[in-house]
């Protein structure tokens, strides 16, 4: 991204700041029509991509060239005609009233300067699949067996990109217009308030004085810090830069000390009560409102960072680390002293759960992060900081807002074509009729798709593709549109391309495959939970309450037999033997079958008592000596 000086620079902060005033207007007031909005969203997205995000590598970073100039130009003229001609656009007859050349010839231009922000915001990979996706609906009718295509002539495939609520401006593009640009906003507010701070402190305060401290503090805080960023790359360098090094310098090997980053930033994207983009574009395709699928994601989350949390104390007990020394952590009474700063977030969690629209409470949200500064001397917010915040949270609309308007070209090819249903078909023929096996086959696909795209337009196109085919299974619509989510999101610890991982390498100096692996082993909990919630429905909170509560309970030993089988260490090594016994317990603690799930439970439970006795005993014998 261009680090831009001079006129260059006002220019692109005015427009961000005239983007994100535009959006804190229609939530207070009321947005627009859905066509309307969302042009007007891309109108400002799009052409500032040019404007931040140079061509390649050997483009200018410090300024932006007559080329990028003519291309923000250019990009711009297919969403100002539509934004002055809507009316007559929403209320003409698709694929009945021909397409005017106008028409076509912006629609043309959109789709272009689209693949080509697309090329240099997300990457190649959402470029190429968008790509192919329009080739199989202009050339698709020529293919032969079952992945013919029906014909579908130019003109109606630039109708259905351009004029119509299906294709680019279709409903991911209204979430990233709507709700996404607000939370973005409120995580300006926060940053600039001094939230993100104040949880980077509560993590010392809460863990910095236990064993491996700067790993528990990475866990806690990237948690805290995610639920409000929702990106695992962002969530890495906002606290892996202070983490790591701590880790490392306490005696954390590097690899180790990257995976524990990267994992505990990852699960920032399913930490209610902002999971990040591709969370209310699931509420949105569901139909429910957005306080239910934070509720249904409450378990898995915790057990997920519970998980991370026994391991990483495992492992520094295993290596005899000490916590941070005591002037590098703040001490109790001052931290709940300015407990007073987290209640923009408190704010935002009862509004919602009372049933008041994400939009609302994070406008409502916003405004107690501004009455929140003013009582922090060193974070009072003015004009010029009420402005520089919206600017701050504006600034990461691009990767959202063109992963949503691309994945829009593959939902609305998906949906031109049928190819929907011939990717259920095969999945029906390769699972063999076996809801396993299709879940197995799902979370590939979904795994494959998160390797190369952002978890927004990773969730978008699997979603699009597998969704049908899990209900068709019998899985509930909730559960798969989870269990889809869960692996686009864990896709960035999940080697051969595990970016998170990547990010945290950046920062450790470890090889960035030897960090995947170790960060897959650390959050090897987060690739049984979608199996285990698909197969039970108290994993997601559906069921009674003493089943929810029998869940949690479940996952919680489940996550302690897991851990310890994996780091070999319980007040001492252990056996490999035992290992493997641990590991298998903690895999049938979390069956769906109630009577094989409390065998591994009693014997499970029962196995690590002993073990923590006898090994406990051991130690105190050899103190002895």
């Known amino acids: 991204m261009r680090s831009l000086k001079g006129w260059a620079y006002y220019v692109g902060y005015f427009a961000l700041v005239a983007l994100g005033i535009f959006h804190l207007y229609?939530?207070?007031?009321?947005?627009?029509?859905?066509?309307?909005?969302?042009?007007?969203?891309?109108?400002?997205?799009?052409?500032?991509?040019?404007?931040?995000?140079?061509?390649?590598?050997?483009?200018?970073?410090?300024?932006?060239?007559?080329?990028?100039?003519?291309?923000?130009?250019v990009s711009a003229l297919p969403c100002l005609y539509a934004v002055l001609n809507y009316e007559r656009i929403i209320y003409r007859i698709v694929?009945?009233?021909?397409?005017?050349?106008?028409?076509?010839?912006?629609?043309?231009?959109?789709?272009?300067?689209?693949?080509?922000?697309?090329?240099?915001?997300?990457?190649?990979?959402l470029t190429i699949l968008a790509s192919a996706m329009i080739l199989y609906m202009y050339l698709g009718h020529l293919l032969p067996g079952q992945w013919k295509g029906m014909y579908v002539s130019f003109d109606r495939i630039i109708e259905h990109l351009y004029l119509t609520g299906e294709g680019i401006f279709s409903t991911p593009l209204g979430v990233s217009a709507t709700i996404v640009m607000i939370f973005l906003i409120f995580g300006g507010f926060l940053e600039k308030s001094g939230t993100g701070n104040y949880f980077m402190d509560l993590a010392k305060a809460v863990?910095?004085?236990?064993?491996?401290?700067?790993?528990?503090?990475?866990?806690?805080?990237?948690?805290?810090?995610?639920?409000?960023s929702g990106s695992a790359v962002a969530n890495v360098y906002a606290t892996g830069t202070f983490t790591i090094p701590m880790m490392k310098q306490l005696g954390f090997q590097p690899t180790f000390a990257g995976a524990v980053e990267a994992v505990a930033s990852s699960g920032g994207q399913i930490m209610p009560p902002v999971m990040g983009a591709a969370a209310f574009i699931m509420a949105s395709f569901l139909g429910i409102p957005y306080s239910k699928i934070i509720?249904?994601?409450?378990?898995?989350?915790?057990?997920?960072?519970?998980?991370?949390?026994?391991?990483?104390?495992?492992?520094?007990?295993?290596?005899?680390?000490?916590?941070?020394?005591?002037?590098?952590?703040?001490?109790?009474?001052?931290?709940?002293?300015?407990?007073?700063?987290?209640?923009?977030?408190v704010v935002l969690v009862v509004m919602i759960l009372r049933g008041y629209t994400p939009m609302r409470a994070a406008i409502a949200s916003i405004a107690t992060c501004w009455l929140v500064s003013l009582l922090n001397k060193g974070r009072r917010m003015g004009p010029k900081q009420i402005?520089?915040?919206?600017?701050?949270?504006s600034k990461n609309v691009f990767v959202v807002a063109i992963a949503c308007a691309t994945a829009g070209i593959?939902?609305?090819?998906?949906?031109?074509?049928?190819?929907g249903?011939?990717?259920?078909?095969?999945?029906?023929?390769?699972?063999?009729?076996?809801?396993?096996?299709?879940?197995?086959?799902?979370a590939i696909l979904s795994l494959i798709l998160g390797m190369g795209l952002p978890t927004t337009a990773a969730y978008i196109v699997a979603s699009a593709l597998a969704v049908p085919a899990l209900i068709k299974f019998g899985f509930s619509p909730l559960s798969s549109h989870m269990f889809v989510f869960y692996f686009a999101v864990f896709s960035a610890i999940t080697p051969p391309v595990a970016l998170a991982a990547y990010a945290a390498s950046s920062i450790s100096g470890a090889s960035p495959n030897e960090t995947g692996f170790q960060a897959l082993k650390l959050g090897i909990i987060a690739i049984l939970l979608p199996f285990a919630f698909c197969y039970d429905k108290a994993f997601l909170?559906?069921?009674?309450?003493?089943?929810?509560?029998?869940?949690?309970?479940?996952?919680?030993?489940?996550?302690?037999?897991?851990?310890?089988?994996i780091e070999g260490y319980l007040e001492g090594h252990i056996n490999l033997a035992t290992r493997f016994a641990l590991i298998l317990l903690g895999l049938l603690s979390l069956c769906a079958w109630i009577p094989i799930r409390l065998i591994g439970l009693t014997v499970g439970i029962a196995l690590l008592l002993l073990l923590y006795h006898r090994l406990r005993k051991e130690k105190n014998a050899e103190k002895a000596i």
Request: overall charge positive; hydrophobic content about 55%.
């Open 541 to 565: 909170m559906q069921s009674t309450p003493f089943m929810n509560l029998f869940a949690l309970i479940s996952g919680i030993c489940a996550a302690l037999m897991l851990g310890t089988g």
């Open 421 to 442: 249903f011939k990717i259920v078909s095969l999945i029906f023929s390769l699972a063999g009729n076996n809801p396993f096996m299709a879940l197995v086959m799902v």
């Open 207 to 228: 863990a910095g004085k236990t064993a491996g401290g700067p790993a528990k503090i990475a866990v806690i805080s990237s948690g805290l810090f995610g639920s409000i």
């Open 387 to 393: 402005l520089d915040a919206i600017y701050l949270g």
């Open 410 to 419: 593959v939902v609305g090819a998906v949906s031109l074509t049928g190819v």
């Open 26 to 73: 229609t939530a207070i007031f009321g947005t627009f029509e859905a066509y309307l909005q969302r042009s007007i969203h891309l109108l400002f997205a799009l052409p500032l991509v040019f404007v931040y995000f140079p061509f390649s590598k050997k483009s200018p970073k410090d300024r932006v060239p007559w080329y990028d100039w003519i291309l923000v130009f």
């Open 295 to 345: 509720v249904a994601a409450f378990i898995p989350a915790l057990l997920y960072y519970f998980g991370a949390y026994i391991m990483v104390h495992l492992r520094a007990k295993k290596l005899n680390l000490k916590g941070l020394s005591e002037e590098l952590i703040p001490s109790i009474k001052s931290v709940l002293k300015n407990i007073y700063i987290i209640l923009p977030i």
């Open 95 to 125: 694929q009945v009233e021909i397409v005017r050349p106008e028409e076509l010839i912006f629609g043309i231009i959109l789709v272009v300067t689209l693949l080509e922000a697309t090329r240099r915001v997300v990457g190649l990979a």
